[in-house]
């Protein structure tokens, strides 16, 4: 007899891929503030970073790596790679105002941080195209 409980955890790897997908969309919208001031242009004038810089470098990372997320190609490699990134961004523009994510404005960072080395090391679940090409190559040809 299976309780409610078990059919809960069967659903782990899917709310994983949710998980993965939901985050990846709002690590998206983070990018396109800074590359293409959409959906709205980042503070205090609603601009976009200058090309080449640590933040535009930032947003690209932000948009094109939370696409691969969304989409969940090369998710591992992405995760972690994009796991560093916000270890940088809270250390080096939220740390020094003060030791306290909710006072320097950088609960988002951590958040993200985390999120993105779990992901890393838990994969992106069964919803994915890394997903879909494991399952392509372990079907046995003809």
Not at 92 to 120: D, K, M, R, T
Request: include cysteine; aromatic fraction near 14%.
């Amino acid at each position: 007899m299976t309780t409610i409980g078990d059919k809960w955890i069967s659903w782990a790897p899917q709310l994983r891929s949710v998980l993965r997908i939901a985050a990846a969309f709002m690590f998206i919208l983070a990018g396109t503030m800074k590359l293409f001031a959409f959906p709205i242009g980042m503070p205090p004038d609603n601009g976009t970073a200058q090309p080449m810089t640590q933040v535009w470098i930032g947003g690209v990372l932000e948009a094109f790596g939370g696409l691969l997320m969304l989409i969940g190609l090369f998710t591992r490699p992405v995760a972690f790679l994009l796991a560093g990134e916000m270890a940088v961004a809270y250390f080096q523009f939220h740390a020094p105002q003060s030791f306290y994510p909710i006072i320097n404005h950088g609960e988002a960072a951590v958040l993200y941080c985390f999120l993105w080395l779990y992901i890393s090391a838990a994969g992106p679940g069964p919803w994915s195209v890394d997903a879909m090409r494991a399952r392509a190559l372990a079907r046995p040809r003809a």
